[in-house]
């Protein structure tokens, strides 16, 4: 089992500013890929970005070049959001995969005009 606990999100303008962070406890292989997903209301989960043990990121278009993820170890991700538009607001959620996926309970993140 992995848990997992977000922390970083908030109210923020635009244009402005805030970073994630996640950790996961539990039984952690050293081989894994962790990342942020985010869910508007009344819409679906998206990819944000991952980025798996060995440095390999994957962005959505929509956040290139304004977000950026890293990670520090095989635990813990963060991602560091520049620029950002009201229609980044969302619950943020951390993911985990290894050969199953694991779920944070997410952060919210409020981008106001």
């Known amino acids: 089992q992995v848990q997992l606990v977000e922390s970083g999100g908030g109210l923020v303008q635009a244009g402005g500013s805030l970073r994630l962070s996640c950790i996961a406890s539990g039984t952690i292989s050293i081989v894994n890929r962790m990342g942020w997903y985010r869910q508007a209301p009344g819409k679906q989960r998206d990819l944000v970005a991952f980025?798996?043990?060995?440095?390999?990121t994957t962005y959505d278009n929509s956040v290139k070049g304004r977000f950026t993820i890293s990670r520090r170890n095989v635990n813990t991700v963060s991602l560091q959001m520049n620029s950002l538009k009201v229609e980044d607001t969302a619950v943020y959620h951390c993911?985990?995969?290894?050969?199953?996926?694991?779920w944070g309970e997410g952060t919210q993140v409020t981008v106001s005009s």
């Open positions: 980025i798996t043990t060995d440095g390999t």
């Open positions: 993911n985990y995969c290894e050969d199953r996926c694991y």
